[in-house]
């Protein structure tokens, strides 16, 4: 059988991740890697889950083992409107706004499907969050990409792009504009207080819907929490994203969508045919843990271990690129990322094979881009890693700029 032939226009364009094909070294002996952004395992309360695992499992089998709702369990969706009052002062969050999903990447994928199609008009800011950019890309759709600067989006663009687009025709074709806006994946960085109002005065003057992904606030080493986007713009005008994938366990698989009730009910419809429901078993453990623990106290010390990793790869950062004209990087307040940004005359993705000589890896900023477009960018990961191998790898990751660069005749 010749397959081509057979392939929709997707299944033509569909290709594999690219950090899943470059961390396939990662593991090589020897290796630091500053590429993948998951938890450091020793920050998971895998002695109290597994005690909730074997009683729910027991007690509530008749739940946990047998198929689930779409929209997920009611024990977990209390908890969670009480984590939303707690994490972000919302207070106004009914059953029928939320609904779980088997992690965030399904929840993005969801959206996509009820929102996005040939047509449409979605912006996503550069650097775009892979993962994101991948759901969306299944629809086919139309890219704007507006720049990130130190403190966010750079809404002066925005707004711009958008008078343009506007005066085109094209308003009936915006769908949303999709941002991380606390300690951004890839570039680190945190929209301040007053883009974040801006952003909605301008979301609003055009009709536009903010995706709000937060995977990362609770995640805060130093300052004040903002403000969501959710809490000032409320559900008619965001719909907020999280999971407890960085703040708990990945493994659990649990996303959620938190939205206007006829948008969630829109999820749930295209959820129906993804996978009719996901596990009600891992929904049930996680909402006794959210009954019996604190979860902000248990990432006391996990929060504490990122901030040092991180002050140790800033450290090394300063130490050894502050002497490479051009090269820019921010020292984020959260998260688990830092964006290294070399003169714009690097190409990071050609690097790589540099690096992977040295054993040391990074995600190049090609990545995280919608067209593969060239990049000087590079994403850091500090999660992972001890301190003496970030300490190691910077050094590492140095010697590889530096050989590039005269390779290429840049230093």
């Given at each position: ?305 990122y901030r040092k990793k991180k002050d140790t790869m800033i450290k090394a950062l300063e130490e050894n ?69 970030i300490i190691e790898g910077v050094e590492r990751l140095k010697k590889v700029v530096v050989e590039y ?7």
């Open positions: 059988m010749e397959l081509e032939s057979k392939l929709s226009e997707l299944g033509k364009n569909l290709k594999s991740s690219l950090i899943r094909e470059l961390l396939k070294f990662a593991s090589l002996p020897g290796s630091i890697s500053f590429g993948g952004g998951v938890p450091d395992p020793d920050t998971f309360p895998r002695h109290e889950l597994a005690q909730i695992a074997q009683e729910v499992t027991e007690k509530e089998y008749k739940y946990t083992l047998q198929y689930n709702t779409t929209e997920g369990d009611d024990e977990l969706a209390q908890q969670m409107i009480k984590l939303l009052e707690r994490t972000y002062g919302i207070t106004d969050v009914s059953r029928d706004n939320i609904i779980f999903t088997t992690g965030s990447q399904q929840a993005l994928d969801l959206i996509a499907r009820i929102f996005l199609d040939k047509d449409s008009i979605c912006f996503v800011e550069y650097p775009v969050y892979l993962g994101a950019a991948s759901a969306f890309r299944m629809t086919l759709t139309q890219f704007e990409t507006i720049p990130l600067e130190d403190d966010g989006i750079n809404i002066d663009y925005f707004e711009k792009k958008l008078e343009e687009l506007d005066k085109e025709g094209k308003r009936k074709n915006f769908r949303f504009l999709y941002t991380v806006p606390n300690f951004h994946n890839p570039a680190g960085v945190t929209m301040s207080l007053e883009k974040r109002k801006r952003l909605i005065e301008v979301c609003n003057k055009y009709d536009i819907i903010i995706l709000e992904d937060d995977p990362y606030g609770a995640l805060r080493f130093e300052g004040e929490s903002l403000p969501s986007l959710y809490s000032l713009g409320g559900p008619e005008r965001v719909v907020l994203l999280n999971t407890f994938s960085k703040i708990l366990t990945p493994g659990m698989r649990i996303g959620v969508i938190i939205g206007r009730a006829d948008i969630v009910r829109k999820v749930n419809m295209a959820k129906q045919g993804a996978d009719l429901c996901s596990p009600g078993l891992n929904q049930r453990i996680v909402a006794r843990y959210l009954e019996r623990y604190d979860i902000f106290a248990h990432l006391k010390p996990a929060i504490e271990l690129f502050s002497d490479i004209e051009g090269t820019h990087w921010v020292n984020p307040t959260g998260g688990l990322f830092i964006w290294l940004t070399l003169p714009e005359e690097f190409d990071t993705m050609e690097m790589f094979d540099m690096a992977k000589e040295k054993k040391i890896y990074y995600i190049p900023g090609e990545a995280f881009t919608i067209d593969d477009s060239k990049s000087s960018s590079m994403r850091l990961s500090f999660c992972l890693p001890s301190e003496e191998q660069g005269k390779k290429k005749g840049l230093i």
